[in-house]
């Protein structure tokens, strides 16, 4: 299977199963569009034609293609599919769990997929010996995975910050004995940072994620505190004070864009204006009756928006002034491997979230849903039937995936999403797949404009 494309100037050709990217002119891009379907006489007279090329020409661009297809770099079969299967059998070795230290939040986001932090529940507080029974039942459940991810996650997470410390504590002293090391994650909306806090977050999470919507306008409308007032004003400063003192360490800005700002490059520019330069924005995800949701009608719009983000990328390369958009970070020379591509994210096979209760849910958009109780921390996993069925979510499971150019980028989609959407985690959410789609082209095109750029400095280097 290949895909084409044009974009940003450039004619790209993937091989989906080699995983090769070809940037390539119109002649070469013609005749590989033709290449399948017709037979070399045919092609020829269409493309001399065309291109008012020489026969001679026409056989020096043919033969480039047929050594590609040759070194399996272009048409190249689908070696991965059998595969799937043997994901489907693997034993269940949990490698990440997602700690829900505090069912509530100080916050009230309108569009908060997790209702106030709460769940569809009460409020609610991990306990001290829930917690540290997660870390036990992660590593009694992890196999032969030596690195561990451990995401505290709400609600807000700070509003439970001792038990974050001790579960920390607790966790690295587990760590020699078992033979495990334990990488930690925080997402916050930032209320309640001080200089304490960073320090510790600094010192301890390998990524920490911030919640901010970009521009103060966009941010206010819905992100608001309990009693109805905005906290842009708020965050703002104590995001930037945590920024500086965290130097080069990972973290990522993370903003929701809903219909209330489709223009959101804008705020990736506020991001930037601020001093953040690892960003992200993510699709609202809601019922699609709410005066925010995201439709159909609004595509081309966010198509648009992709496109003028790739454009402040590339300008941003020419400037020596990159940063980092996570829907646009790509590695095509060292990229995941094919299990990790088949079998996406891993959400109720490698994945868990923990309750404050300690009950197991595949991912945290499933928590407070019992049709998804997987078990808890006392008696482990009850539903292997459940378990069963998200190892067979993957991109051979969906019928819609298996002739879908992108299927090796994004390993069936977000089992969430699909259920959201359609009431089947093996189902698609093609709205969902259109975004996706379009963010892979984009990433790619910048991918190519950043080589090019890095040749052009080393031929003047030379």
Not at 51 to 61: H, L, Q
Not at 222 to 243: C, E
Request: aromatic share 12%; net charge negative.
């Amino acid at each position: 299977m290949i895909h084409q494309y044009k974009s940003h100037g450039f004619n790209i050709v993937l091989d989906i199963y080699s995983g090769s990217v070809h940037a390539v002119d119109d002649v070469t891009y013609d005749t590989i569009g033709l290449y399948e379907e017709n037979d070399k006489d045919h092609i020829r007279e269409i493309i001399t034609e065309r291109y008012k090329i020489s026969d001679e020409e026409f056989e020096a661009v043919y033969q480039e293609i047929k050594d590609l297809e040759d070194e399996g770099f272009l048409f190249s079969e689908d070696i991965y599919k059998d595969l799937a299967i043997d994901i489907v059998n693997r034993p269940t070795q949990i490698k990440a769990l997602c700690l829900n230290v505090a069912h509530t939040c100080n916050l009230s986001c309108e569009y908060c997929f997790a209702k106030g932090g709460k769940y569809h529940g009460p409020d609610a507080i991990m306990k001290k010996d829930v917690a540290r029974s997660a870390i036990d039942f992660l590593i009694e459940n992890s196999g032969s995975h030596y690195n561990l991810d451990i995401d505290f996650f709400g609600g807000e997470p700070l509003l439970n910050f001792d038990l974050v410390k001790d579960t920390v504590d607790y966790a690295r002293s587990r760590e020699e004995e078992y033979n495990k090391h334990f990488n930690f994650t925080l997402t916050t909306n930032g209320m309640l940072l001080d200089d304490e806090v960073i320090d510790y977050l600094n010192e301890n999470m390998k990524n920490v994620v911030l919640s901010l919507d970009g521009r103060k306008e966009k941010h206010d409308a819905f992100r608001k505190t309990i009693a109805g007032k905005g906290s842009y004003d708020t965050v703002v400063p104590k995001f930037q004070n945590f920024v500086k003192k965290r130097g080069d360490k990972e973290y990522y800005m993370r903003g929701t864009f809903t219909a209330n700002n489709l223009d959101f490059t804008e705020d990736i520019k506020t991001y930037l204006d601020l001093g953040f330069n690892r960003t992200s924005l993510e699709p609202v995800v809601g019922n699609p009756d709410e005066h925010y949701a995201l439709r159909d009608e609004h595509l081309d719009t966010i198509y648009d928006q992709y496109e003028k983000l790739a454009d402040m990328m590339m300008e941003k390369i020419d400037s020596d002034e990159e940063f980092t958009f996570y829907h646009y970070m790509l590695d095509l020379e060292n990229g995941p491997c094919v299990h990790k591509r088949i079998s996406g994210c891993g959400s109720g096979t490698e994945y868990m979230a923990v309750t404050p209760t300690g009950d197991l849910y595949p991912c945290h958009q499933f928590v407070g849903n019992e049709d998804f109780l997987l078990g808890n921390l006392d008696d482990g996993i009850v539903r292997t039937d459940l378990v069963g069925q998200f190892k067979q979510c993957n991109c051979y499971s969906k019928e819609e995936c298996r002739s879908c150019w992108a299927n090796m980028y994004c390993s069936g989609g977000c089992a969430a999403n699909s259920y959201n959407a359609t009431g089947d985690i093996n189902n698609t959410y093609e709205f969902s797949c259109k975004l996706f789609r379009k963010r892979i082209e984009m990433a790619i095109a910048i991918k190519i404009y950043q080589y090019m750029k890095e040749a052009e400095k080393e031929d003047n280097i030379a």
